[in-house]
């Protein structure tokens, strides 16, 4: 099946920086999406991004299929950004539409 | 309010039981989903259903089992032929036909 890494494995911030996530992906994919799992437990949906570049306020996501590899800009990092970021991707072998492969996460740390 | 719920937020196992988790959703949503979440790890599915009356193994379906008697309503049973139910596991809702994924706040299972 379809393999996707995550990098940074663990990643460390000031508040106020900015940080650059990486997922990559071995197999062509249709679809792919960036969570942030907060320390609750809760994945929040951040973007929907087969490919093409999204913003949404300080958070913004680029994916290029044809190279396999997505990236999630964090700007002006806050407290609240804490948390692991995880990358999935939407695997269309044997029929199954539907079925979200995800990386193992970046745990993200943002101190005052 | 629209929305995933899970139940319980904890439950705790003693070896040999099973235990049934609780997904429900009102979000009308035609595909649903189950995954398990182990620490420092990604998410990894046990089984999704398109359709009522209808579903599919994931990845780790072993010692697990699921019913899809109604739209809303997606409760896994994790068996005593389960060898490691200890983990976090997480609902998610679709609609038919996107890939979009959206998340319950998730049941923390431990067996003592």
């Known amino acids: 099946g379809i393999q996707v890494e995550q990098s940074p494995p663990d990643l460390i911030l000031q508040e106020g920086a900015n940080s650059t996530l990486r997922c990559n992906f071995s197999?062509?994919?249709?679809?792919l999406q960036w969570f942030h799992q907060n320390p609750w437990g809760q994945l929040i949906n951040l973007f929907y991004?087969?490919?093409g570049t999204k913003q949404n306020g300080r958070l913004s996501a680029t994916t290029v299929a044809t190279e396999r590899y997505s990236l999630l800009y964090i700007s002006s990092s806050q407290t609240t950004d804490s948390g692991v970021y995880f990358c999935?991707?939407?695997?269309?072998?044997?029929?199954?539409?539907?079925?979200?492969?995800f990386g193992k996460g970046t745990l993200l740390t943002v101190n005052p | 309010d629209g929305g995933i719920t899970q139940s319980p937020k904890y439950l705790f196992r003693k070896e040999g039981q099973n235990v049934t988790l609780s997904c429900e959703q009102n979000l009308n949503h035609d595909a649903m989903y189950w995954y398990r979440q182990d620490p420092g790890q990604g998410l990894r599915l046990i089984y999704y259903s398109q359709i009522v009356n209808d579903f599919q193994k994931g990845d780790i379906a072993e010692g697990y089992s699921v019913s899809r008697e109604k739209k809303e309503s997606f409760p896994l049973t994790v068996t005593s032929a389960q060898k490691n139910p200890t983990a976090f596991y997480l609902c998610a809702s679709s609609v038919q036909g996107s890939d979009t994924q959206y998340f319950g706040p998730g049941t923390r299972l431990t067996v003592l």
């Open positions: 999935a991707v939407a695997d269309y072998s044997g029929g199954s539409n539907y079925k979200l492969t």
């Open positions: 197999d062509s994919v249709n679809n």
């Open positions: 991004i087969p490919s």
